[in-house]
T-cell receptor, first 114, second 114 residues
Framework: KAGVTQTPRYLIKTRGQQVTLSCSPI?????VSWYQQTPGQGLQFLFE???????NKGNFPGRFSGRQFSNSRSEMNVSTLELGDSALYLC?????????????FGPGTRLLVL | GESVGLHLPTLSVQEGDNSIINCAYS??????FIWYKQESGKGPQFIID?????DKRQGQRVTVLLNKTVKHLSLQIAATQPGDSAVYFC?????????????FGQGTRLTINP
């Protein structure tokens, strides 16, 4: 079974631009979560989607948004990019998002904001 | 923040020795815990998990211990190999507002000396 895939793997943007990242979960997984990883803050939860609905959101500004499609694929969008948005963005999928099952991570998208 | 990445602890061990990586978690109501391994340039990789109704679980060369009294997890790696060099994170899988999210520890960098 293929793992979680994320595209693109690397991105360079400038301040003020916006960016869209994509995540395809493991086949059959319906819960998709997004995390931001930086050297200073570690791994921080962004949001979780299940059946095209955002069920949970972390402590990030409204510039960070996402969505999930009927095939469980998910995208996240960051608008008006700031230098501090430079990070590794990780997507994780699990079967139903019950809190009692493993979340499997993709390789991440490394975003650099100049 | 929920996951503090500053001052990443480092553990150096000789190849062939056993390693013990420790982690404190925050939520006494958490009932599912996961250890992840993250190699440079990659996403976190699942190693082993444990539920709160257990205090020990063994995998291949790895053992996780859970002490709920003091909210402490440990990961033991037997006969460490060069391929074990990575950053190791513990994570609590928390149910929040009916949806799951992972709260990560700060991580420990494991270095294997030949």
């Amino acid at each position: 079974k293929a793992g979680v895939t994320q595209t693109p793997r690397y991105l360079i943007k400038t301040r003020g631009q916006q960016v869209t990242l994509s995540c395809s979960p493991i086949s059959g997984h319906r819960s998709v979560s997004w995390y931001q990883q930086t050297p200073g803050q570690g791994l921080q939860f962004l949001f979780e989607y299940f059946s095209e609905t955002q069920r949970n959101k972390g402590n990030f500004p409204g510039r960070f948004s996402g969505r999930q499609f009927s095939n469980s694929r998910s995208e996240m969008n960051v608008s008006t990019l700031e230098l501090g948005d430079s990070a590794l963005y990780l997507c994780a999928s699990s079967l139903m998002g019950t809190g009692k099952e493993t979340q499997y991570f993709g390789p991440g998208t490394r975003l650099l904001v100049l | 923040g929920e996951s503090v990445g500053l001052h990443l602890p480092t553990l150096s061990v000789q190849e062939g020795d056993n390693s013990i990586i420790n982690c404190a978690y925050s939520n006494s109501a958490s009932d599912y815990f996961i250890w992840y391994k993250q190699e440079s340039g990659k996403g976190p990789q699942f190693i082993i998990d444990i539920r709160s109704n257990m205090d020990k679980r063994q995998g291949q060369r790895v053992t996780v211990l859970l002490n709920k009294t003091v909210k402490h997890l440990s990961l033991q790696i037997a006969a460490t190999q060069p391929g074990d060099s990575a950053v190791y994170f513990c994570a609590e899988n928390i149910l929040y507002q009916g949806a799951q999210k992972l709260v990560f520890g700060q991580g420990t960098r494991l270095t294997i000396n030949p």
